[in-house]
């Protein structure tokens, strides 16, 4: 490889990628909105593969619709990059779509500066990542590794009552490429931290050394729907309060467990839905997190314990579906070595952490050495229109993408 001493990506053009791609599915308030498989994620990846036949990558579309643009360079499989272009109904410019685009960027600079790898350079698109239309997340990534069945993942209900695979080839993604894909020679991911810690403690760089395990359920609580005014207090079978009660509890076990166990109630539904009704049915969803296996498995027998007492004092029944379900993931230990040298390169203020959000990357993991590179999130903030990250610091994440990447072609596992 024949390479400068510190190779740097074109900042302005990232920058200027990144507004593009943000004004498809734009809220109008700096925010985006492109759910996995509507036309607005179709109208997204059609611009990225335009940019990626630009650059004369090899394009390859499989068959749970994640894409593939690869300079076949070098010998041996690729060095891998990427991210997911598809957004939560509130989203911002940079989550995903920041490694997406870093990823073209580095390959872009590289023809441009003569840098030539001796092993390929591959960006990936992994469809639904977010989870946010079609459950599980991470669902493309999922399939890629071989950790769920194309079968079943092509018959995932959308929250809008779609078949994935319908849509997908609707939107003119259901490619032709096997599942499970090839195994990449190594996977890094840059990314948002969409967390406060980076910012908070004052670094510019996390060197990530995991993902937490994740637990999605889903509760159906069924009681008697009454009238609000004549049904007396105490012969009430009123599901939201039982979902009231849950997120209550969900909240007293994050304060119990305390360090890195997290418990959200991010959804209640409740019918009839009426000022002046008893709720007949509530569905409510459950979100618990820990970087310990253990601790997530006592956490969720906690809560399944909670249950089945609650559904004897308040006269309802529960029902559980489990929407998804991840253990832990550590990195490689060598790549986070690598990503954590280049990063302190550019400045020595770099932190490891775990991530507190699920990624592809935590897919990738099961199949190639695998590390993840994080830059700030101003206020934490992300999901969310306001999500920001300082233009140069996205600049440098990419530019220790870049370096990362180049290493890890010349670097045996």
């Known amino acids: 490889m024949t390479t400068t001493n510190r190779p740097s990506i074109d900042g302005q053009r990232l920058l200027q990628r990144l507004d593009a791609l943000a004004d498809i599915g734009s809220t109008g308030d700096g925010g985006s909105c492109r759910l996995a498989l509507t036309d607005d994620d179709k109208a997204g990846r059609d611009l990225v593969v335009s940019w990626m036949r630009d650059l004369d990558l090899d394009v390859t ?132 931290e969409q967390g406060p810690v980076l910012e908070a403690e004052n670094f510019i760089f996390g060197a990530v050394t995991g993902v937490q395990g994740i637990s999605w359920q889903e509760l159906t609580i069924v009681g008697q729907s009454n009238h609000a005014g004549t049904t007396p207090m105490n012969l009430r079978r009123d599901p939201a309060y039982v979902a009231g009660m849950m997120a209550v509890y969900l909240r007293e076990i994050a304060e119990r467990f305390g360090g890195d ?42 809560i399944d314990t909670f249950c089945f007492q609650i559904e004897q004092d308040e006269g309802v029944s529960i029902s559980k579906r489990q929407l998804a379900r ?13 990503v954590e040298r280049h990063a302190a390169a550019v400045d020595d203020r770099v932190r490891r952490l775990p991530s507190g959000a699920g990624h592809d990357a935590q897919m990738l993991a099961r199949v190639c050495p695998t590390a993840m590179i994080f830059v700030p999130s101003k206020d934490g903030i992300s999901h969310n229109p306001r999500e920001y990250t300082d233009p140069e610091q996205l600049v440098e994440g990419a530019n220790v993408l870049m370096r990362v990447m180049l290493e890890l072609t010349e670097t045996e596992f």
């Open 261 to 302: 166990q997290v418990c959200t109630v991010g959804k209640i539904d409740l019918h009839p839905n009426l000022i002046n009704v008893i709720p007949a049915r509530a569905t409510v969803t459950l979100d618990v997190r820990n970087t310990d296996e253990d601790t997530l498995r006592d956490a969720e027998h906690l």
């Open 326 to 338: 991840f253990e832990p993931v550590e990195f490689d230990p060598r790549v986070v070595d690598i």
């Open 61 to 192: 579309i499989d068959a749970i619709g994640n894409v593939f643009g690869t300079w076949s360079v070098g010998q041996g499989s690729p060095v891998m990059t990427g991210s997911h272009i598809d957004t939560v109904r509130t989203g911002g410019k940079f989550d995903g779509n920041y490694g997406v685009l870093a990823g073209l960027e580095v390959i872009a600079s590289c023809q441009e500066q003569g840098i030539t790898p001796t092993r390929p350079l591959s960006v990936g698109v992994f469809t639904d990542e977010e989870g946010a239309r079609f459950a599980p997340d991470m669902l493309g990534s999922l399939v890629y590794v071989g950790g769920m069945a194309l079968e079943e993942a092509l018959d995932v209900v959308s929250i809008d009552g779609k078949r994935l695979g319908d849509e997908l080839a609707r939107i003119g993604y259901a490619g032709s490429s096997p599942c499970p894909g090839p195994s990449p020679h190594a996977f890094v991911e840059l990314h948002i």
